[in-house]
C-alpha cells in the first residue's frame, strides 16, 4: 500500500485459477462448505482419508491420478498430492457483510481492497482480517485477485470462513457502506495519523496496491484519510501489513473500550 497521491492507472487483468491445492486449503474447503466440483488425489499420497470421506459424505468425485497430472492440473503448484476445482471461498453480498456484524452484536469491520491484483496480497488479506476478527473483506469485479488456488493458499484456509463479497463498483458500496453508519478510511501520506483515529463505531479501510495506493474516486468517497508513520528511507508497505496495522488498532480500540483494563 503506498502513502503517495493518487494517480490513474491500468493493469492488464491476471487469468483465473479456481483449482485449490494442497491438503490445508482443500480440508477447510470441505468443512465450510464450499463449492467443488471434484477432488484430484495422487495416487502415491498417503493420509488422505479424512478429505476422501468428507468428499463421499457430499457426494463429490475423487479422482485418482498420478503426481505427474497433478502437478499439471495445478500448474506446478505444491499441491501435497490433492488438489480441487473450485473456489477456495463463496461470494456473498455487501448485505450479507453487514449482517455479519448485526448477528454479533459488533460494529462492522471490514477491509475494502481496491486494485488488489496480488492474490498473495489478497489471500494475506483475508487471512489477517480472518484473525483479527472482521466481518469480511470487499473486492472490485473488475482490476482484482479473486478466490482462487493462490489466494486459497497464501490465505491459510482463512478465505473458506471469512466472508468476501465481490461488487461491480466499489464506489456504489461504500455508498451503501455509509447509509449503513460505516466510516471508510483511506490511506495518505497527508492523512491523519491512524492512531489518532476512533475506530470503535463501524469502520472500513480501504487498501491500495503498493505500487498506485486507492484511485482517485476511491479515495475521493473516503470520509477520512489516514497516515502511517515512515520513519526509514520507503514510502510504502505491503499491502497486507498495512492491513494488518489498520486492523489491529481498530481491535485494541474495541477490547480497550469493552475491557477499560486493558
Not at 24 to 36: C, D, F, K, W, Y
Not at 130 to 147: D, F, N, Q, T
Amino acid at each position: 500500500m503506498s502513502q503517495k497521491k493518487y494517480r490513474r492507472h491500468s493493469q492488464p487483468e491476471q487469468p483465473e485459477n479456481d483449482r485449490i491445492a494442497g491438503r490445508n486449503p482443500v480440508t477447510e474447503a470441505l468443512r465450510s462448505g464450499a463449492q467443488i466440483d471434484t477432488i484430484y488425489i495422487d495416487k502415491e499420497s498417503g493420509g488422505m482419508q479424512e478429505i476422501i470421506s468428507a468428499a463421499r459424505e457430499r457426494g463429490i468425485p475423487v479422482k485418482i491420478v498420478t503426481a505427474a497430472k497433478l502437478s499439471q492440473l495445478t500448474g506446478g503448484a505444491a499441491h501435497q498430492g490433492v488438489a480441487a476445482d473450485g473456489s477456495c471461498g463463496n461470494y456473498v453480498s455487501l448485505e450479507a457483510l453487514l449482517d455479519a456484524a448485526r448477528e454479533k452484536n459488533e460494529p462492522p469491520l471490514l477491509v475494502i481492497c481496491d486494485s488488489i491484483q496480488d492474490p498473495h496480497n489478497l489471500g494475506a488479506i483475508i487471512r489477517t482480517a480472518e484473525a483479527a476478527g472482521a466481518h469480511g473483506v470487499i473486492i472490485p469485479k473488475r482490476r482484482s485477485a479473486s478466490l482462487t488456488l493462490t489466494v486459497g493458499k497464501t490465505s491459510a484456509g482463512a478465505a473458506s470462513h471469512l466472508p468476501v463479497a465481490r461488487v461491480s463498483n466499489l464506489i456504489a458500496a461504500m455508498k451503501t457502506l455509509k447509509e449503513n453508519g460505516v466510516w471508510i478510511y483511506g490511506t495518505d501520506a497527508s492523512g491523519t495519523v491512524y492512531t489518532d483515529t476512533d475506530f470503535t463505531d463501524g469502520t472500513a479501510f480501504v487498501i491500495g496496491s503498493e505500487g498506485f495506493g486507492i484511485g482517485q474516486l476511491v479515495g475521493q468517497s473516503c470520509d477520512a484519510m489516514l497516515s502511517l508513520p515512515m520513519r526509514g528511507k520507503i514510502n510504502s508497505l505491503n499491502a497486507s501489513v498495512a492491513a494488518g496495522i489498520f486492523l489491529y488498532e481498530a481491535v485494541r480500540q474495541r477490547m480497550t473500550r469493552t475491557s477499560p483494563q486493558l
